[in-house]
């Protein structure tokens, strides 16, 4: 028989349809690096954003980053950080999230404090556009 706790997860899961809010995804921010030439920076990113207490993934497959954009939407990544060469030389990163599309570039820092706040408000909706 199932427990509370399994229950409790079987009914977010549910209630959410896998569209979690940023505080309960998973997986809250997916860096994808536009080309190999980048890697080494993507992989900054990633290890900032965890150090951070962020849970972060990287996309390092070799396909363009328009399928990386779409696979990182069906797998309802809910803050996408592109970073190619200009963020890289820049130490930005070109934030997308899935509900408000393509919101520019931004320090590393400045999203690492934003996704920080959005974490610890652990609202139940999604950020809209402002």
Not at 15 to 43: C, E, R, T
Not at 55 to 60: E, G, H, I, V, Y
Request: glycine share 6%.
């Amino acid at each position: 028989p199932l427990g509370t706790h399994e229950r409790f997860i079987g009914f977010l899961i549910e209630h959410f349809g896998g569209n979690f809010p940023l505080w309960l995804a998973p997986v809250q921010a997916m860096v994808l690096p536009v080309s190999d030439k980048v890697i080494d920076y993507a992989h900054q990113v990633v290890q900032s954003l965890k150090h951070a207490g962020i849970r972060a993934r990287l996309n390092d497959r070799a396909d363009k980053i328009g399928s990386k954009i779409r696979q990182a939407e069906m797998e309802k990544i809910n803050v996408m950080l592109i970073v190619g060469e200009k963020e890289a030389k820049d130490n930005t990163v070109s934030v997308r999230r899935r509900f408000e599309g393509d919101t520019g570039a931004e320090s590393l820092d400045n999203v690492k404090d934003q996704l920080l706040n959005e974490i610890k408000d652990r609202r139940l909706t999604h950020r809209k556009k402002t």
